[in-house]
Each structure stands twice: as structure tokens, then as C-alpha cells.
């Protein structure tokens, strides 16, 4: 498939452990995010949002932390699997107006089998 | 399959050129967004429409220009190419005019720019 990045942070984990993808955002007034996860050759999937009233959120084996004192949210993916070997990316809005959402760079996570 | 449509899959053209990337958005949303993706710059936001109507600009070249067909497909016009216009090129599209819960994308256009 084609390469998405090769200058982007990288993160390996075996097959079952825990991942972690971090993320930190830039403008205090965004009040809803979002993680995409973007495989070779494919355009960015949504996976989870969160809004800035909640912390934290979970989904099917994967869990969004935010912390909006130091502008920082994490991904969190239980028993990694091969398949979910892909970028992963974040991204920040603002709720109303025509405030366009600004994705991060994006984390590639490898899954070793 | 996200519903998001684009074309062509992959474009080879020479440095000088013009070439058309076409987006048809998934049925009902009436937005369209346009999104370069290069090694360097990650994702960075071109162009949007609503509804025929250009709504927002981001970083988007003078030799670049967009449009939005009133059977909603939208088209990326990318002209006097360079080596650097070489990327991936993304299509997204939403319902209402602003992304409030997200886009669906469509699986991207690779242009390389030889």
C-alpha cells in the first residue's frame, strides 16, 4: 500500500499490549476532538470524539483522555492488534461558526505480531 | 467504503501541467472539504463548499482552485504544477456546513508531480 509519512513519530508495540498515542493541541477554545486512524493507502477513519465537559471516553477497546489544563489528549487501545497498525491522528474544533477542524501530524503505530 | 468518492486513484503528470481531482461527497452531506496530504505537512486543510457556495479557505495556492457542481461533486483544480504539489489529495464531506462531529474522507488522490 502507499506510504502515508515517513517523517512522523513512531510507535511499536507487540500484538496484545496496551497502546498509548499522544496528542497535544494548540488553542484553548477548541471544545471538541476527534482521533482518526488513517491505514496505507486509505483516507482517515473516525475512531472516537470527545468533548471538553468530559475527560475521558470510551469505546470498543479504546479509551480518550483529555486534559485540558495542559492541552493534551491520549489515545488509549487495549490488546493492540496487527490490523490496527495504521497513522493515527488527532484533531481539534470549535464548536460553531466556520471554525475548520486542524489536524495533528500523526502517530504511526506498528503492531509486531 | 466510506461513500466519499474520489478520482482518480493515482495521477502521474509532468511538472508545468494542469490536472482535475474529482470528489463526489457521500449521499446527503452538502459540504465538501479539500485536504493535501505531503511527507512534511500532515494534513492541511485547502478548501471547503457548501451547498455550491465557497465557505472557507485555508492554505490553498492561487494555482489551486475548487468548485462545487450543483449535483454537489466538487472538483480540484491543481494548475502549473511543481515538484512539490506531489501529495496525496483528500476529499471529505459532512452534512452541514461545519464539521461539528467529524468528516467522512474519501480514500484520496495520489498526484506525483514528475
Known amino acids: ?113 | 467504503d466510506s461513500g466519499v468518492t474520489q478520482t482518480p486513484k493515482h495521477l502521474i503528470t509532468a511538472t508545468g501541467q494542469r490536472v482535475t481531482l474529482r470528489c463526489s461527497p457521500r449521499s446527503g452531506d452538502l459540504s465538501v472539504y479539500w485536504y493535501q496530504q505531503s511527507l512534511d505537512q500532515g494534513l492541511q486543510f485547502l478548501i471547503q463548499y457548501y451547498n455550491g457556495e465557497e465557505r472557507a479557505k485555508g492554505n490553498i495556492l492561487e494555482r489551486f482552485s475548487a468548485q462545487q457542481f450543483p449535483d454537489l461533486h466538487s472538483e480540484l483544480n491543481l494548475s502549473s504544477l511543481e515538484l512539490g504539489d506531489s501529495a496525496l489529495y483528500f476529499c471529505a464531506s459532512s452534512v452541514g456546513g461545519q464539521p461539528a462531529y467529524g468528516y467522512t474522507f474519501g480514500s484520496g488522490t495520489r498526484l506525483t508531480v514528475v
Open chain 1, 1 to 113: 500500500g502507499e506510504s502515508v509519512g515517513l517523517h512522523l513519530p513512531t510507535l511499536s508495540v507487540q500484538e496484545g499490549d496496551n497502546s498509548i498515542i499522544n496528542c497535544a493541541y494548540s488553542n484553548s477554545a477548541s471544545d471538541y476532538f476527534i482521533w482518526y486512524k488513517q491505514e496505507s493507502g486509505k483516507g482517515p477513519q473516525f475512531i472516537i470524539d470527545i468533548r471538553s465537559n468530559m475527560d475521558k471516553r470510551q469505546g470498543q477497546r479504546v479509551t480518550v483522555l483529555l486534559n485540558k489544563t495542559v492541552k493534551h489528549l491520549s489515545l488509549q487501545i487495549a490488546a493492540t492488534q496487527p490490523g490496527d497498525s495504521a497513522v493515527y491522528f488527532c484533531a481539534e474544533n470549535r464548536s460553531g461558526g466556520s471554525y475548520i477542524p486542524t489536524f495533528g501530524r500523526g502517530t504511526s503505530l506498528i503492531v509486531h505480531p
